[in-house]
């Protein structure tokens, strides 16, 4: 059994993360620009040169499949916090992607950009790489 329907978050406990997540995608950000200041590689610099023009970040993607080493620890957690952000202002953000059941508001906050329970999460990992 998951977590009972009184267990939801709280308005208030949904504005914490949030802002936590804004928090986490400024930090994000400033770390993605910093990866492409040092990069001497034509395509990122173009990127870059974009970013900096129109501060658009779906030069975010484009930068994710170049699949840089250096950058893609901090784009695939950008992805997740984005992800986390458009779900957090409806009712899809806190519900378990596999189970449906509510995700502990505990575990949320743990863990921002959760897409699933505890147990959902643990039986996912459980399984050999590929499945
Ligand atoms: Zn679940």
Known sequence: ??????????PAERARIRSTLEI???????????????SGDDRVVGLRNRLEETDDWAVADALAELDLAGLRHALD???????????????????????????????LSAY????????????????????
């Open 24 to 38: 986490r995608r400024a930090a994000l950000r400033t770390e993605v620009k910093a990866q492409m200041e040092g």
């Open 1 to 10: 059994m998951g977590a009972m329907i009184n267990d939801k978050l709280t």
């Open 112 to 131: 921002p950009t959760a897409t699933r329970c505890l147990e959902c999460q643990q039986a996912h990992e459980a399984k050999p790489a590929g499945v």
């Open 77 to 107: 957690e950008l992805t997740e916090v984005d992800a986390a952000l458009a779900r957090v202002g409806d009712d899809r953000y806190g519900v378990c992607t596999d189970c449906s059941d509510v995700i502990a508001p505990a575990r």
